[in-house]
């Protein structure tokens, strides 16, 4: 007979972060399980998306928070739950916690984060309770005593590097470009599917267990000068380059309403506080590429070779 | 944390046995998987069956045998397996042990028998493959090695006793009726709920593993002779018996063209060769009710009972 291994529900499948978690589930062998809403096979995409992971093997079960027995039924067929709700609905896995709680037999839950660590990031006084809430998850999950890892991707590679970091462009700059604070702060992209791909590796394995697992692979981890250096190279022509001051950076985030602003606080915490690499990984945490060196993953600079196919 | 209990896949789950299996492993607080084809949310009554295993907190999975991945998917979900399938479809369970060695999960199967013994019934020149087909799963299961319990419940209540085993007949008779044999041989008749009940019950038990279960419970283990006494007194009025000779059974099987002389051959099975009870239970079986004294199950004497209600 062949390995056990441990069936994996996924919670928000259709989403960004969701639907690469199916696939990685999927191509690492494990039985998995997609939440999806009735109201998914309306949508041309998301029924789509659906039928390719029922034909990939896994099992979609009709279901959604608000239907809290589907809820529980899902969660009583699963090892390992992965929440990749959107951060809107943070709060709504107090329901996936209670349904754990209630299920007895899931091993792992990794909650919906995949961003900056809400435990170390600096600017809970101006994100409007983004990080607040994962924190308050964390709380819980901790109190309930149910067996977690906590996943701190940093930025998604599809957050601000298809820009070089200029909020509102939807191409990389060719001419000129701002810089926030000196452009020597380092942050962490990580392509969703590479997140995918290390959570799916974590899940039987005990060195993650109750730990926060950071992604920072190296070629991942870059300051704003060293991506426009990068770019520069790649298009063979130096940009002229505006410097942002951290005070000129807040006032905008203070002039321009709420969620207008929030690149630019997303930008503030990376580039300016150095929210994703500011500290050290202590006990309490491991780092993914250290834990999972096999894992092949696309560092900054070969995401940017597939801009310039599209520049 | 709760207690985990063993996740049962129902194959067959709409059927007239395995919605009773969906029923009993919902009650029995286990994690309830049921597999049924997409066709059957076009059928009303299988459609509104498939809502209330829903609303009571199974999970519906879309699929059938011939979609072996969407089979495979399913039973990788699961510790224990349950085919529920019509006999004449026993030979596809090959395709459900072929899913169980690939998905190497799978703690416990039980084939779709819910029958007479196949290894035991003395009518195999007559039955046109009908035990010969379930022996041969069993081959088939004990040759791949996978772990099961073979449960055998001699008939469901609701086949023979609504007639008072007068082939033809929709209600008991009230004036005569024909005794096939001497009317002294007996035979087992067990409720379909209870035969799940007592079935569920086995899933997480080592007693029974690798055994064949027999369901023979006290009050229903029966001759034609005790039938018809039972019968009488409730209507407080003596029947015309007429008694129908081994070799006039015989020959009638042999007059009527299969499947019409099909109820025949079962009678025949169980009232003149005593298929059901025969023999005794050695060290490959055990009995269900002495396994499980505090299953509560309907004997023959209550459920016809039922019948005087109606007739």
Not at 21 to 46: C, N
């Amino acid at each position: 007979m062949a390995e056990k291994k441990s069936r994996v529900l996924v919670i928000g499948a259709t989403g960004r972060i969701g639907r690469e978690m199916v696939k990685a589930s999927l191509d690492a062998g494990h039985p998995t399980l997609a939440l999806a809403r009735q109201s998914a096979y309306s949508d041309p995409l998301k029924s789509s998306l659906l039928r390719s992971f029922a034909e990939a093997g896994a099992v979609i079960i009709t279901g959604s928070l608000d239907d809290y027995p589907s809820l529980l039924a899902a969660v009583k067929l699963a090892d390992v739950v992965i929440s990749a709700l959107p951060s809107a609905q943070s709060l709504e896995q107090m329901m996936i916690i209670h349904a754990i709680r209630e299920a007895g037999c899931v091993k792992r839950f990794i909650p919906s984060e995949f961003g900056a660590d809400p435990d170390k990031v600096q600017i809970l006084n101006m994100d409007h309770g983004f990080y607040k809430k994962k924190a308050d998850i964390r709380r819980r999950i901790e109190i309930e005593g149910i067996p977690h890892t906590y996943i701190c991707c940093n930025f998604f590679m599809s957050y601000l590097i298809p820009s070089l970091v200029q909020p509102g462009a939807k191409v990389p700059p060719r001419d000129k470009l701002k810089i926030y604070g000196d452009g020597s702060v380092k942050a962490v992209f990580v392509l969703e599917a590479d997140v995918a791909t290390f959570t799916i590796s974590t899940i039987d394995d005990q060195r993650t267990l109750d730990k926060v697992m950071y992604i920072r692979p190296p070629g991942n981890v870059i300051s704003m000068n060293e991506l426009v250096e990068f770019w520069e190279t790649k298009i063979a022509k130096e940009l002229e380059k505006t410097y942002v001051s951290d005070e000129e950076l807040l006032k905008s985030i203070h002039d321009i309403p709420f969620p207008d602003n929030s690149d630019l606080i997303f930008i503030y915490s990376a580039f300016i506080k150095g929210d994703h690499t500011y500290f050290n990984i202590d006990k309490a945490g491991v780092e993914a590429s250290c834990l999972y060196p096999n894992v092949k993953y696309t560092t900054v600079k070969e995401y940017l070779d597939t801009l310039l196919q599209e520049g």
